[in-house]
């Protein structure tokens, strides 16, 4: 089952995924953390140092939104980070972030589609995403494509959503990603779709040990998961 943010509307999922962040991109930053309590935050650290031990030099982050994981990566000291994203609303806060962090010199955000990515093979040493696969049209294809551009040696690091599975905390967080979060996501946002399209494709996203399995079908290996936050979300690794 395809997810789409607009049940309404008949365009790709790719299209509309663009056109949700667009509408939401003023407020993206201030949703993400306020919504998760800042735990968001302390994923992304997490995430990054997975990478600690491989030094990567040059870094690509797909899904890049506003930037906050490729401001993250600048902890591994790396020389180059392109963060891509398909949305040009959310890569124009991203831009006047890096701009005004003074990194906009290391960190180059480009408008470009994760399911073909204008880059060679073998371009970087890390590919990373958080909360962005979630999003592909074809999530094989994009993550091909990732693997493609990752240099033999190099790895990819994923942060997504996933689901809790002990009681009672799973029936809590259920409860609020269904019915608090979208309510509030409308209110600030303004956009109807975006916040109930979230919990919908958390919902669908073969998480834990069913996306391992396309990460290795679809050329990595030694391939690991960890959960975080009681299930809320997960770590996923995979080499080239």
């Known amino acids: 089952m395809t997810v789409l943010p607009y049940k309404d509307k008949s ?11 667009d509408s939401i991109s003023g407020k993206y930053d201030f949703l993400n953390h306020f919504l998760s309590l800042g735990i968001d935050i302390r994923w ?3 995430a990054i140092k997975m990478l600690r031990d491989l030094e990567p030099k040059h870094i690509l982050d797909i899904a890049t939104g506003t930037g906050d994981f490729a401001i993250e990566s600048l902890k591994l000291n790396p020389e180059k980070v392109v963060g891509v994203d398909i949305s040009e609303g959310m890569l124009n806060v991203g831009r006047e972030k890096m701009k005004k962090k003074g990194i906009a010199d290391i960190i180059d955000m480009q408008s470009g589609d994760s399911e073909n990515l204008q880059f060679e093979d073998n371009s970087f040493d890390a590919v990373i995403v958080a909360f962005g696969v979630r999003n592909f049209e074809n999530l ?37 990603f269904r019915w608090i979060l979208p309510k509030i996501g409308k209110v600030v946002s303004k956009d109807n779709a975006a916040y109930t ?14 996306f391992l399995r396309i990460l290795e079908k679809t050329g990595y290996k030694n391939t690991k998961c960890k959960p975080l936050t009681l299930g809320i979300s997960s770590i996923y690794v995979g080499e080239k």
């Open 44 to 46: 992304r650290k997490k």
């Open 11 to 21: 365009d790709a999922k790719k299209k509309q995924v663009a056109e949700m962040f």
């Open 140 to 176: 094989e294809k994009g993550l091909a494509e990732m693997n493609r551009v990752l240099r033999p040696g190099g790895r990819a690091v994923i942060l997504e959503f996933s689901k809790p599975t002990v009681f009672p905390f799973k029936q809590l967080y259920n409860f609020y």
């Open 197 to 210: 399209y979230l919990p919908e494709s958390v919902n669908e996203f073969p998480f834990g040990d069913k």
